[in-house]
Antibody, heavy 116, light 109 residues
């Protein structure tokens, strides 16, 4: 069965970077896209960007352009999302999800807490 | 950016009742590009519907979706205990960024 398993919770200081991983199983990662969506406490879901895991092409939300980088390691069936220059407002649960249009499978989420 | 506004914010209903959730977009887009998700506390969202009215794999037929243009609806015909959760609409593909509604919480009355 399709599964996306994310790395564990992170605590970071303002200005630092965080890199969250998303390991896929149950399907060929190169056959689909992986999206990244975050959810701050009490807020709606917010799309950050996506990667075509087949050819490595990426697209980012303008809001995060310049701060977010999504990469993949096909040999490890893993996609990574790195967010730099963290600030307190980046405290959120970060999700990876499979899909080019709608998102049919989701990771369990990774809590990233930013505080000094 | 297409802003999605869901209403009501909270729906208080009893098991067996019908739930009607609304999602209104700030601009019209192709109905093929509207999805709904269910989220329970501490869990990731789960895909319910895509293409406005197509149920995802394993979703029971008490869930149905409809709408076009700027107005979309998710209906749960008879609420089961496991249906009490937060529901989000999601537009994708018409233009970036993809966006989500703010959610409707369906709670037990």
């Amino acid at each position: 069965q399709v599964q996306l398993v994310q790395s564990g919770a992170e605590v970071k200081k303002p200005g630092a970077s965080v890199k969250v991983s998303c390991k896929a199983s149950g399907y060929s990662i190169t056959s689909n896209a992986i999206q990244w969506v975050r959810q701050a406490p009490g807020q709606r879901l917010e799309w950050m960007g996506w990667i075509n895991a087949g050819n490595g092409n990426t697209k980012y939300s303008q809001k995060f352009q310049g701060r977010v980088t999504i990469t993949r390691d096909t040999s490890a069936s893993t996609v990574y999302m790195e967010l730099s220059r963290l600030r307190s407002e980046d405290t959120a649960v970060y999700y990876c999800a499979r899909g080019i249009l709608y998102f049919d499978f989701w990771g369990q989420g990774t809590l990233v807490t930013v505080y000094s | 950016e297409t802003v999605l506004t869901q209403s009501p914010g909270t729906l208080s209903l009893s098991p067996g009742e019908r739930a009607t959730l609304s999602c209104r977009a700030s601009q019209s887009f192709t109905s093929s590009y509207l999805a709904w998700y269910q989220q329970k506390p501490g869990q990731a969202p789960r895909l319910l519907m895509y293409g406005t009215s197509i149920r995802a794999t394993g979703i029971p037929d008490r869930f149905s979706g409809s709408g076009s243009g700027t107005d979309f609806t998710l209906t749960i015909s008879r609420l089961e205990p496991e249906d009490f959760a937060v529901y989000y609409c999601h537009q994708y593909g018409s233009s970036l960024p993809v966006t989500f509604g703010q959610g409707t919480k369906v709670e037990i009355k």
